[in-house]
């Protein structure tokens, strides 16, 4: 069953029904639901979070997978990687998020994009946008991150752009050897080339991973590219 809408616009529906019927918002998403067809709120969340990409490719994600989601801009990879975030907590796992590119309102805007309540995961979530991040800086924060804590890294081709940092090559090994020691899920957001084509094929692919500095894509368990309405996810074989 599809909704008349995003998520999203309907929590808004149900806040503007809130107010001016003078009821709990509890009541009010109900009666919104009810409008989609489902008997209550929740029933229809579970369904709108099953029906995403990334309800549908998370089962698949194992502790220790490195996982790279590339698309050009504006075709959602950072929604995408951020909705995989919020289906780990979802399930009750923590994430984090290492941005070299966003600042923290930046982050929170874009899980209001997504239907996600930034208030809702609190205990669960961290955003960092230090200037600092690499592969040393993630491995330290995350020291005691629990099992099954998703870790996304906003993106792979800023992390040795400091000097002083390691060659890409070097961090990615070195985060590939940290997740599977501590059972974390490692997303990395990934740029696509210019010179991919859409009108040749209808999803970037490995060939197409922009890599100003050299790095062996092998080093990556999953990978999820993304271009329009199109989704293509493949392990490694």
């Not at 995003?6 to 409008?35: M, V």
Request: net charge neutral; aromatic share 8%; proline share 6%.
């Amino acid at each position: 069953m599809k909704l008349s809408a995003p998520i999203y616009h309907l929590k808004r529906k149900a806040k503007r029904l809130s107010r001016e019927d003078g009821i709990p918002l509890h009541d009010a998403l109900d009666r919104i639901a009810a409008t989609e067809g489902f008997s209550a709120w929740s029933l229809l969340a579970a369904k709108a979070a099953a029906m995403t990409p990334a309800g549908k490719l998370f089962p698949h994600f194992q502790p220790g997978d490195l996982v790279l989601v590339g698309a050009r801009p504006g075709q959602g990879k950072t929604l995408m990687s951020l909705e995989l975030a919020v289906e780990a907590m979802r399930a009750g796992h923590h994430a984090a998020f290492f941005s070299l590119e966003y600042t923290e309102k930046d982050v929170v805007d874009r899980f209001r994009a997504i239907g996600a309540d930034p208030a809702q995961f609190r205990e669960l979530f961290e955003v960092d946008c230090s200037d600092a991040i690499s592969a040393d800086y993630v491995v330290k924060q995350m020291a005691v991150a629990p099992r099954g804590t998703v870790v996304v890294i906003d993106f792979l081709q800023l992390l040795d752009q400091r000097r002083e940092n390691p060659d890409l090559t070097v961090q990615v090994r070195a985060l590939k050897s940290f997740a599977r020691d501590k059972g974390l899920i490692v997303v990395f957001i990934s740029q696509i080339d210019r010179s991919y084509d859409p009108s040749t094929k209808p999803c970037p692919d490995l060939s197409d991973v922009r890599l100003p500095n050299p790095l062996d894509l092998n080093l990556f368990d999953k990978t999820c590219f993304l271009n329009k309405d199109e989704v293509q996810f493949r392990a490694a074989s």
